[in-house]
Every structure is written in C-alpha cells, then in structure tokens.
C-alpha cells in the first residue's frame, strides 16, 4: 500500500462523519423524534395531570373527540386562521418587494425596517396589536370613525364576529416580510433578458409579470405558500398573547385547543388527540413540501 | 423590470403609500405611545406633545423584569453558542462525508421542523416532570437547540458545500487532524453562516413564549417573552404606556442584533434558500 491510497483510505473514512452529527443526532432523538411519538401514544391514554392513574383507552379519545362539535369550530378557526395569514402578508409582501425592488434612495433601509416586524418577539407585537384594537382607545376605532366608516367604537377583540379578523391582521402583519425578503432573492432571480425579450415583442407590464415574472418565481412561489401555511398552521404565540383563544371559542385554532386542554384542563390525553388531527392536517402540506425537496435537492 | 407608464406609478404609489403605513406605523405607535405621559396615552396624537421617558423607568424598575430579563440573555446566549457548535458539526458531516443513513437523517430533520410544538410539548412536559428538570434553564435550553437545529444545520450545509473538498485534502496532506482542519479551516471560512445561525438561535430562544409558559413554573426562572405576559395581561390591565414600553425593552435586543448584522442575516437566509 503506497502512501497516497492511505491518506484516501483516511479521507473516505465515513465514521468521523457519523461522529460528528452525534450530538445533532442525540438531541434530535430525545426531544423531536421520542416525544412526537409519545405523544402519539398519549392519544390512546386517558393520562391527566390531575390524577395518577393511567391507563389505555384505546380509540375512546377520539371517538369522544369526533362527537365534540367544537372540534369542528377549532378546525375551522384553523383554516381561516391559516388561509388570511398566509395570503393577505403573501400579497402585500410580494407587491412590497416590487415597490422596494426599485432601489430608490432609502429602499434599502425601508427592507431593514420591514424585517424588524418580523425579528421582534410575538409578546410585543401581541401587546401592540391588542392597543391597536383596544375598543375605546385603539387608533383602528379613531381612524375607521374619522374616515366615517363606522359611527361607534368596535371592541374587537371582545366580539366573536372580530376578534379573529384582528388577529389575522397582527399575524399577517408579523408575515410580511418573511415573504417580502424572499419574494425579492426571487424578483433578482428573474431573467432580465425575458424581461427585454418580451418588452420588444410589446408586452406590457401587465403581461410581464404574467408571463415572464410569474412563472420564472413559480416555483419559490409555491414554496414560500406551502412553508408559510406548515408555519401558521402552527402558530400559536400571537394568539395567545392578543386573545387566549377567546371570546367563547372563536379564536381557538388547533394550536391554542392542544395547549388549553393539557394546560388548563391537564387533560393530556385528549391533548395529544387533538395533536394527532393537527399532524394529520400539516402532513397534507409537508406532503408537497418534501417532494419539492426530493425533486429538487436531492437528486 | 417594469415601464414606468402612468398607470404603473398610480399603482406603485398607492401601494408605496398604503402598505408602507401598514408596515411602519405600528412600530412607530408602539414608540410613541411609550414615550407619552399619562395625560397623554389615551389621545390619538400621532406625537407626543411631552416626551417622557417614566414608562421605561418603570419598567426598569420593576425587579420581577429585570429578573426575566437576566434568565432570557443567560438561556438565549446559552442556546446561540450551542447549537451552533452542534449544527455546525452534524452540517459539516452533511457536506463532506458519505454514510449509510445520511439522507434519511438529514430529511428526518428537515420534516422535524414541521411537527406541531405544542404536541412535542405534551411529551416533553412529562418528561422534564419525570427527569425533575423542570423549572430549569437546561429544559429551556436543549428544547431550543432542538428547534433551531434544522434551519441552522441546512443553512450551514450550504456554506460548507461551497468550500471545496481539495482545500480539505490539502489539508490531511499536510497532517492536520480532523478536528483541526474543522476548527481551523472550515469554520473560519463560513463565519457568516456561523453567525447567521447564532442570530437564529439567539432570536428563537428570545422569542419563544410556548414553552417558556409550561416548563417554567416559577418567577424567578421566567424569560421576558412570557414573563411580560405574566405582568401585563389580567384583568383590568389598562396601563397601555407601561406595555408598551414593556415591548420596546423586549423588542430592542433582537432589534439591534439583527440590524448589526443584517447583510450576514439575510446573507444566511438566502444561502439556506427556502429549505429553512
């Protein structure tokens, strides 16, 4: 053996690489992948944190959790939840990256600014946004009164009929430029030559972002769609801050019923029920998801 | 990219003008309404007519705050440094070396990132209960290395895929040792991913309310993000000046991390693409 083939032998040697992901590689295992399936199991128990019993119960969980109508108000909470904070900040975010993609005099500063929304905690937006709406103070109410779109003071975040429109704002609002500060890696991504092609074929600027700026961000379009919609179907934080799932229910998404009913019910059984159909709903996402991975990462 | 025609400039300043106030005026509500005194905080006045700072004195007066305060920079740097080191390596291997079972990992936690946090919460709850390690900066700590682990290992890996294998083979020519050349070559060549990956860490840690609310239990451990929960919402609270300022405080150290080091930000963001 030459000396060469012994330093290749070292090179290719694969078991440092095993190694080194061990650490990843242990916390990964005791605190994502044992506790995911725990919790599965969970669903099949009735374990309370009020009693010390134990034992398995088989389907009952969720048969009694099938029977329960506000499961289909927190499934639907859910959807209207995650469809308003996924497209109202994708469009306004994505007509906000056109706008500061101009690179004016203090565009770039205006990208720094934006992106403070989204780095600062959910416990500061939650309080701003509750002040926003608060019902006999809140700048909404003055704002909506002096353009004379209402007469009367709203308190929307005390009214079922509101509340989740306000916190649908306060999200979108922490969204935005997430999606902003990738939808505009995306617009520099753009072929200028097809831009000028289509230009000289007469397109107007319509057709433009129709036919050659659409469908060149296709794909990272639906990839921030789909990762946008996994992250709200998770959220929980700015929720709990602005309305603790309330009034009666009508803010209560999958999130906020899982951490109520293990919380402050200390029913961890029906918790992990519950769980169960939130994973249930996200799988349907993170199936799209990883096949864009696998087609286009790991070929 | 677009032909400045008139119908194009009616849109770009509508928009400019709309959305713009949607993005930068509740920021600026939340300063202004801090810096009013409480004569003023219930007017709808765009500026104070008497700037005080007594809101922010109060808030650092309040001894339970400064507390949570403390716990939040000790768990959050704790969490930085760590799972830096520990994304970097699992990263590391990612990039340079072939195994049996290296992509089936690397997907399993890529999925990681999407299993709800809550219902992970119910497991380790009871876990934390039975290893008598809740109420303690370690829970805190391994839950968020944990949840920064899959955005940090994939941004890094792409760092690292751009350093080229030779200079890593030069290197075991010349005799370095495995640890050395990481140490030495590697992680020197992708600090800007190293610290874009500390800045996530630091701000996911900073950030989380979830977790903090259940395996904390009592107030003297209690990071800031939910402990200013604790303090402002309840019944009655009507001291909107004092909440926020409260926001101003919690908001600032994120705020000045991330605008010292935004072009390694979103240089990392980027690099990661949206695999994160």
Redesign the interface.
């Known amino acids: 053996m030459n000396k060469d083939s012994r330093i290749n032998r070292r090179l290719s040697d694969s078991q440092f690489g095993v190694i080194l992901i061990l650490p990843a590689l242990a916390v990964f295992l005791s605190v994502i992948l044992y506790p995911f399936l725990k919790s599965i199991t969970l669903s099949f128990t009735n374990l309370s944190l009020l009693s010390p019993k134990t034992s398995y119960v088989g389907f009952a969980n969720f048969m009694e959790l099938f029977h329960n109508p506000y499961l289909y108000e927190y499934i639907k909470n859910t959807i209207v939840f995650v469809a308003g904070t996924t497209l109202i900040p994708f469009v306004l975010g994505f007509i906000w990256a056109i706008v500061l993609n101009h690179g004016f005099k203090g565009s770039e500063f205006l990208k720094g600014i934006t992106l403070v929304n989204w780095i600062i905690p959910s416990t500061a937006i939650g309080f701003l946004w509750i002040w926003i709406f608060q019902g006999n103070y809140g700048f909404v109410n003055y704002i909506l009164k002096m353009l004379g779109v209402i007469k009367n003071d709203i308190s929307w975040l005390g009214r079922v009929d509101t509340a989740m429109i306000a916190v649908i704002i306060a999200k979108s609002w922490q969204t935005l430029p997430w999606f902003m500060a990738y939808l505009i890696g995306g617009l520099n991504m753009v072929p200028k030559e097809q831009i000028e092609a289509a230009r000289i074929d007469g397109a107007n600027n319509l057709m433009v972002f129709r036919h050659v700026i659409w469908s060149n961000m296709r794909m990272i379009i639906s990839f921030l769609l789909i990762l946008g919609a996994i992250g709200n179907l998770q959220h929980f934080d700015i929720l709990w801050v602005m309305t603790q799932g309330g009034p009666i229910r009508s803010t209560t998404t999958l999130s906020v019923a899982v951490y109520r009913t293990a919380f402050q019910e200390w029913n961890i059984g029906m918790a992990a029920t519950i769980g169960v159909i939130w994973v249930v709903m996200i799988s349907l996402f993170a199936v799209f998801y990883l096949r864009h991975i696998l087609r286009e990462d790991l070929k | ?3 400045k ?1 008139k ?2 400039r009616i849109f ?1 300043w509508i ?2 003008i709309l ?2 106030l ?3 005026f ?2 600026y ?2 300063i202004n ?1 801090a810096l009013k005194p409480i004569t003023e ?2 007017t ?1 006045d765009i500026w104070p007519k008497h700037p005080t700072l007594v809101n922010f004195m109060e808030v650092f007066q309040n001894k339970e705050i400064l507390l949570y305060f403390k716990n939040s920079f000790i768990v959050s740097i704790v969490t930085s440094i760590l799972s830096t ?3 970097a ?2 990263a ?3 990039s ?4 049996k079972g ?2 089936s ?8 990132k ?14 934390m209960q039975t290893l008598g390690m809740q109420d303690s900066y370690a829970a805190l700590v ?2 968020y ?2 949840f920064a ?1 899959p955005v940090a ?1 994939w941004t890094l890996k792409t760092y690292f895929d751009e350093i080229p294998d030779a200079l890593v ?1 030069a290197a ?2 010349d005799g370095a040792s ?1 640890f050395g050349i990481i140490h030495k070559i590697i992680f020197p060549l992708a600090i800007p991913g190293l610290i874009s990956t500390a800045i996530y860490s630091f ?1 996911w840690s ?2 989380d ?2 977790y903090s ?2 395996l904390i239990t009592s107030a003297e451990k209690r990071t ?3 402990g ?2 604790m303090t ?2 309840g019944e009655g609270n009507d001291n ?1 000046a004092g ?2 300022a ?3 405080v ?2 600032i150290p ?2 000045i991390i ?2 010292a080091v ?1 072009r390694f930000f ?1 240089q990392g ?2 690099a990661g693409a ?2 994160g």
């Open positions: 990219m677009f032909e025609s119908s194009y770009f928009s400019f959305i713009g949607f993005v930068l509740p920021l509500w939340m309404t905080v219930l709808p080191f520990v994304a390596y699992a590391y291997s990612f340079k070396y072939r195994y290296r992509i990992f690397m997907l399993l936690i890529l999925v990681s999407m299993f709800p946090y809550a219902v992970l919460l119910l497991s380790i709850y009871v876990m391994v839950s290395i944990t682990l290992v083979e075991k020519i495995n701000v900073w950030n309310i979830l609310l259940t800031l993000a939910s200013l929960i402002y919402i909107w909440m926020m409260a926001s101003v919690v908001s994120v705020a991330f605008i935004q979103v963001l980027t949206v695999k």
